[in-house]
């Protein structure tokens, strides 16, 4: 019987993606099954029951679900964090987990620069801003999606820094960006822009005491994970301080938090206070490609050749 291929995102990829990944799964002689944009989590529950392997993207992977999917044996996060995974649970079920990094940093990369110019035009409110060039960006963490942060920051005569406890200092010079040597210092600069996945170490850890170091103008950036940033200290800077920004496509999903964010900003939404609408820095249509057809072909190369270079470890 035909391999089962289980596209499950709850945030639905491009049309076109979406053909890509299919072309890839056909050639294969495997069945696509679609469950786009769907309401509840009962839905993937019955859906994964028929699955060999899933392709997702935020879409939370836990004991519930592998307790359906009797024939699991890959799960492939279209994209790069990949917090949503379960991994203990996958791992001790025997399934294979795996992301696409780096396929979506241009993407998200692009949608930074364009949040720090909304900001910086005063959400083009016609008032005076400011410009990018000479500014300086500092990067915690400096993975595929910072590098390319980086590259743009470069084309726009920014000066860019970075801090990554897995990366050598030397190696961040080489590509171009000075090291900083602890977190805290990455907050003299003008914009911090967060890179870090979420774990128990990043969890809260952009607190009020790394924010009011900030020098003015202070803006962070936060492409990564809503729950790095401490949200009620994030309140209490933004009361204390009326130059700070923060511009973000990971707004938190918590209303009453968005709300008092809101409220402590006191300012025109889109000046000191960006959230976008959902979480959409991989929502491009290259991106959506990048990503769902690097899944479609992992998972085929994993069936047929056994390559396993981009599981994950627990
Ligand atoms: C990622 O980790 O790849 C990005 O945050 C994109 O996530 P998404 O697939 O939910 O848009």
Known sequence: KARTVLLATEKAFAADAVSKIEAVTSAAGYKLVRLENYKSKDDLLKAVADADAMIIRSDKVDQAVLDKAAKLKIVVRA?????????????????????????????????????????????????????LVNRSIAFYGFGAVARAVHKLAQGFGMKSFAYDPYIPAAKIAEMGATPVATVAGLFEHQYVSLHVPLTDETKASINKALLMKMPKGGTLINTARCEVVHE??????????????????????DKAAKEAMTAAVGDKFGKRLIFTAKKMGAQTLEANDNCGVAAANQIVAFFEKGETRFALKA
């Open 79 to 131: 994209g790069a964090g990949y917090d949503n995974i379960d991994l203990k649970a996958t791992e001790g079920k025997g399934v294979v987990s795996m992301n696409t990094p780096g396929q979506n940093a241009n993407a998200v990369a692009e949608l930074v620069f364009g949040m720090m110019i909304t900001s910086a035009r005063n959400n083009y409110d016609g008032t005076s801003g400011f410009e």
């Open 232 to 253: 009620a200290d994030m309140v209490e800077v933004f009361k204390a301080r009326q130059d700070f920004c923060y511009l973000c496509d990971v707004a938190p999903d």
